[in-house]
T-cell receptor
Framework: DTEVTQTPKHLVMGMTNKKSLKCEQHMGHRAMYWYKQKAKKPPELMFVYSYEKLSINESVPSRFSPECPNSSLLNLHLHALQPEDSALYLC????????????????FGSGTQLSVL | DQQVKQNSPSLSVQEGRISILNCDYTNSMFDYFLWYKKYPAEGPTFLISISSIKDKNEDGRFTVFLNKSAKHLSLHIVPSQPGDSAVYFCAASARSGSARQLTFGSGTQLTVLP
């Protein structure tokens, strides 16, 4: 199993809603990531979890709240979002955040396309 | 300020010919470079990588070249196939504190014409 599974694939929410994005991997990876990608822009790192602990927070507004319940799951809780937060949210995983090897790479999910009205 | 730049947003190539995708970077701390390929409605998938201690890495039809002095890398696809049509992202990795991070370029849409 080399998949990173993200749900839902599409989400439309109002500015007062609370919703959650979910991500799951069963590759035994100990690092998991949230990226945000706007149209025609590169993916931008939001959060990194290493061994279920938040390792990096790229100055993301508090209306985005990540959670890593266990080594296979990563959630992103959304509350009071703005229309400019509409984007593709990508989850990724890797063996670990320290690894420097010829096969170091991230495995990405298909993303959740989020629209905030 | 973008640290990884892909200056060509799109490229069209005839099937069977060579596709050359270019990428420039500014951060001299980058020591590992990767190419990802993305189809619509899918997440990026890893294609090929190169360490800064090398100047070339080859995997089947895909070859990545690294010119450290010019801070430039390129991806060659030969021969190009229609199934190669996708957005290609260049990414660079550097150690940042306790973790490594990837910085992506803005992508190049490759279209291989039959």
């Amino acid at each position: 199993d080399t998949e990173v599974t993200q749900t839902p694939k599409h989400l439309v929410m109002g500015m007062t809603n609370k919703k959650s994005l979910k991500c799951e991997q069963h590759m035994g990876h100990r690092a998991m990531y949230w990226y945000k990608q706007k149209a025609k822009k590169p993916p931008e790192l939001m959060f990194v979890y290493s061994y279920e602990k938040l390792s990096i927070n790229e100055s993301v507004p508090s209306r985005f709240s990540p959670e890593c319940p266990n080594s296979s799951l990563l959630n992103l809780h959304l509350h009071a979002l703005q229309p400019e937060d509409s984007a593709l949210y990508l989850c990724a995983s890797s063996h670990n955040v320290f690894r420097i090897a010829t096969n170091e790479k991230l495995f990405f999910g298909s993303g959740t396309q989020l629209s905030v009205l | 300020d973008q640290q990884v730049k892909q200056n060509s947003p799109s490229l069209s190539v005839q099937e069977g010919r060579i596709s050359i995708l270019n990428c420039d970077y500014t951060n001299s701390m980058f020591d590992y470079f990767l190419w990802y390929k993305k189809y619509p409605a899918e997440g990026p998938t890893f294609l090929i990588s190169i360490s800064s201690i090398k100047d070339k890495n080859e995997d089947g039809r895909f070859t990545v070249f690294l010119n450290k002095s010019a801070k430039h890398l390129s991806l060659h696809i030969v021969p190009s196939q229609p199934g190669d049509s996708a957005v290609y992202f260049c990414a660079a990795s550097a150690r940042s504190g306790s973790a490594r991070q990837l910085t992506f370029g803005s992508g190049t849409q490759l279209t291989v014409l039959p």
